[in-house]
């Protein structure tokens, strides 16, 4: 049976905090197939304006280059409007019937899964995997949701912080790798 990771996020950018929770899901879950998923806005983050799904989505190719069981999904940014996960897994339980999938969230959504659109469908419908988070409680996951908790390789990072030391000109190399922060200059995003 194929084992098929889904990861969803903003992306905006996209860091080694992801690239390292994809890691350990293909590690851990022993995964065939994992798809990054970037959203178009989030049901959470309504007013926030995220830099151009194009851009978006470079800097996800640039930051997979050469990383064959990592595919990128652009189902969500296709549809336009905010981004529902029980829609895009739908989606997927339809394309790939026999599969066993993965949702992979990191330990600061867990609490908040209960607000997701259609829960109880949605809990139906895909395993959620959490990746632990520097500064967050792995609480257990919510009743309907069932799971597990990945060791992970937990790296305090995230887009917020890149996007506030681009504002204030501090490196974010380490942060995001060479050629995705080059793509950030180039593009001047979050200035
Ligand atoms: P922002 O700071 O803009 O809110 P973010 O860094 O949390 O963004 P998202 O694109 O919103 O990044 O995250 C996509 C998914 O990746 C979410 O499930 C999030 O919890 C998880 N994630 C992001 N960074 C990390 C990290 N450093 N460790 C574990 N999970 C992470």
Not at 118 to 125: F, H, I, P, S, T
Request: glycine share 8%; aromatic share 8%.
């Amino acid at each position: 049976m194929q084992r098929i990771g889904l990861f969803g996020g903003s992306f905006n950018p996209v860091h080694l905090g992801h690239l390292l929770v994809a890691q350990a899901a293909r590690e851990e879950l022993q995964l065939s197939r994992l798809f990054f998923i970037p959203a178009a806005q989030s049901p959470f983050k309504p007013g926030r304006v995220l830099a151009p799904a194009e851009a978006r989505l470079q800097m996800l190719r640039l930051a997979l280059a050469g990383q064959t069981d990592c595919e990128i999904d652009d189902q969500e940014l296709e549809r336009g409007g905010v981004s529902y996960t029980v829609d895009t897994v739908r989606d997927y339980v339809r394309r790939f019937p026999a599969a066993q999938l993965f949702y992979l969230i990191g330990a600061d959504h867990v609490p908040q899964l209960p607000k997701w659109r259609e829960a109880d469908g949605l809990a139906r419908l895909v395993e959620f995997v959490v990746i632990a988070r520097p500064g967050q409680i792995a609480a257990p996951l919510p009743t309907p949701f069932r799971g597990e908790t990945l060791n992970g390789f937990p790296l305090g990072v995230s887009s917020s912080q890149i996007r506030e030391r681009v504002r204030a000109g501090l490196p974010i190399e380490l942060l995001v790798g060479s050629a995705v922060a080059e793509a950030i200059r180039n593009n001047r995003l979050y200035l």
